[in-house]
């Protein structure tokens, strides 16, 4: 992986729920890469992350560790399912995801809390990533269903 500025990447722009950096970085293994977005709330409400990975993953919200795995297993969206807390206004995400060998993705997506399975998956209503300081959205809310 290339080091720029202080020894982190330019910015890179993924448009899905589905991040594959095995192909962004070019077959990469043993390091480590972190994520970070902001994202915007339209009200302070109890959320549902839905994340999935291969190997290792954190992850945090406004700065508070709220999910870690560690091992290996079948990449899914969801392979785990973790409720959160989310603010109104400006909220951010941190995500680890770490790489010994082979695939190289992870997926992250912020759901409505829905009991009936259904309709579970769809994202936050009116939630969309940001770069901080950009304009450039890197994902809006369409109430899609994403299983």
């Known amino acids: 992986m290339t080091a720029t500025q202080n020894g982190w990447s330019n910015p890179v722009y993924f448009h899905d729920n589905r ?3 095995d192909q ?4 990469p293994s043993h390091c480590v890469v972190y994520a970070y977005a902001e994202f915007e709330s ?5 959320a549902e992350l839905w994340l999935g990975s ?3 993953m954190k992850v945090w919200i406004n700065s508070r560790q709220v999910y870690e795995y560690g091992g290996r297993r079948r990449h899914l969206l969801p392979n785990d399912r973790e409720t959160v807390q989310i603010l109104k206004g400006t909220n951010s995400v941190l995500v680890r995801a770490d790489q010994a060998r082979g695939g190289f993705d992870f997926s992250l997506n912020i759901c409505e809390p829905e009991p009936d399975p259904r309709y579970d998956g769809n994202r936050v209503p009116g939630l969309e ?3 901080p300081s950009s304009d450039t959205r890197m994902a809006a809310s369409r109430d899609e269903t994403h299983k």
């Open 19 to 21: 991040i594959d950096l």
């Open 24 to 27: 962004h970085y070019d077959d």
């Open 42 to 46: 339209v009200q302070a409400q109890q």
């Open 54 to 56: 291969d190997e290792g």
């Open 129 to 131: 990533f940001t770069v």
